[in-house]
């Protein structure tokens, strides 16, 4: 660089690697929904899947006691103490009846995000595919181009309750595939996966050679009795696949930022080597208050996942009442539905709900090119403001209706 003689300001660019990157859609909208809210504008967000509920008195109990101890204030153990990692190991026996070395098969994360953003980096080069749920949370995306690696994505239809057909996945593409990315219970579209495809799954990556991320954040928030699975409960998955998961969406802590991967070592040995370099390891109290959450008694989350799913049904029922074509999720915090006919795009669908209704909802764009015709509704408000912003989302939709006071779909 020349020396600065005359004392310009000097302009600063991002590296041309990370130049084409937007900022996250959730940041974005925070600051779009932050100068609404200034203008004393009242805005329902029904967006992001923060929950709102707090975690169970034992857990904050276990955070406040730690922060009193002394030793708790120094750097700790890269991917957490060995007492945060058997826990973990503890929680997928019992939970899942899988068992996993907490030296070798564990390591904590400061919220799942970090970890799938960082094992992209950790293992693509340039010449790798990675395969990509469309629609999709969008990291396994954003870290793949971040790592300069390729993306294929793979199609999560509604016809095929938006699985991937794994078997049309072009052989050479396969060739350089070296990672699958996989969410259950999934977002955007609260979709779960059988026992079936996990195990195709594991045996097509078995041939192919490629490593399965499946991304689990939402495993102890379900309805109507079902139980998520665990990719590691397939008999050799610990050979193929690493699984993430999360404090954030199970025990009500997404501020807090504690996350853990699971499975096979040597992603797990990778993705360790690379964060050591990145971060050093989480505050002592929050992994010993998430001992506490998944050592401790469970059976609060029973009566926290019956309010989930009463408001699931509130907005399901809403909505359905209303003419609009939903998906009723069995897992997660969402409800996926089709936009009415009559607008052009989602991005365009929740640009009028949130200009003319003031409320807040995720296009289904977002989430990859196959999220076009849905919206996304996160269940994360109360009943009164869930209920409110579904009422004033249907009545914009049919002040906007050709035939006013109808609402129809394609
Ligand atoms: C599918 C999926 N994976 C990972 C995350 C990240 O969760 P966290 O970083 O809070 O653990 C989210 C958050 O919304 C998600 O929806």
Redesign the pocket.
């Known amino acids: 660089m020349k020396p600065n003689n005359d004392l310009t300001i000097p302009q600063f660019k991002p590296a041309e690697r990370f130049s084409f990157f937007k900022p996250y859609f959730f940041y974005a909208l925070d600051k779009k929904i932050e100068l609404l809210r200034s203008q004393n504008i009242d805005i329902i967000r029904l967006d992001?899947?923060?929950p709102d509920m707090p975690p169970a008195d034992f857990i904050l109990n276990a955070l406040v006691e730690g922060a009193h101890n002394p030793q708790n204030h120094g750097y700790m153990t890269h991917g957490g103490t060995q007492k945060f990692r058997k826990a973990i190991s503890n929680y997928y026996q019992d939970r899942f009846q899988v068992t996993l070395d907490p030296n070798r098969e564990v390591i904590g994360?400061?919220?799942?995000?970090?970890?799938?953003f960082h094992l992209s980096q950790a293992l693509l080069n340039s010449d790798d595919i990675a395969l990509v749920p469309d629609p999709?949370?969008p990291?396994y995306q954003n870290s793949t181009r971040m790592a300069g690696a390729e993306i294929f994505y793979m199609p999560l239809l509604e016809e095929n309750d938006f699985l991937p057909d794994i078997k049309l996945i072009p052989t050479k593409i396969l060739d350089r595939a070296k990672i699958m990315w996989l969410?259950y219970p999934?977002?955007?579209t609260g979709a779960v996966a059988p026992y079936a495809l996990l195990e195709e799954v594991i045996s097509f990556a078995y041939k192919h050679h490629i490593a399965i991320a499946y991304?689990a954040?939402?495993c102890d928030v379900c309805y109507d009795d079902y139980k998520a699975l665990s990719i590691m409960q397939i008999p050799r998955a610990k050979d193929i696949a690493i699984e993430?998961?999360?404090?954030?969406?199970a025990y009500n802590m997404?501020g807090w930022?504690?996350?853990m991967a699971v499975g096979n070592p040597q992603l797990i040995e990778i993705l360790s080597n690379y964060k050591s370099q990145a971060d050093s390891s989480t505050f002592a109290p929050l992994m010993e208050a998430g001992i506490a959450a998944i050592d401790g008694d469970q059976s609060w989350l029973i009566e926290r996942n019956l309010i989930y799913q009463h408001r699931r049904n509130l907005v399901v029922d809403c909505l359905t009442q209303a003419g609009f074509k939903v998906i009723i999720p069995k897992a997660?915090i969402y409800v996926w539905s089709h936009i009415p006919k009559g607008f052009d795009s989602s991005s365009q669908f929740c640009d009028t709900i949130l200009k003319e209704a003031g409320v807040s909802v995720t296009p289904g764009t977002v989430y990859g090119n196959h999220g076009e015709g849905y919206f996304r509704i996160s269940i994360t408000s109360n009943n009164q403001r869930l209920q409110e912003g579904i009422q004033r989302l249907i009545n914009t939709v049919k002040n906007n209706s050709t035939e006013k006071g109808t609402i129809q779909h394609e």
């Open positions: 992001i899947g923060s994360l400061l919220g799942s995000k970090e970890g799938l999709g949370y990291v969410n999934n977002n955007p991304d954040p939402y993430f998961n999360s404090f954030s969406k997404a930022r504690l996350g997660a």
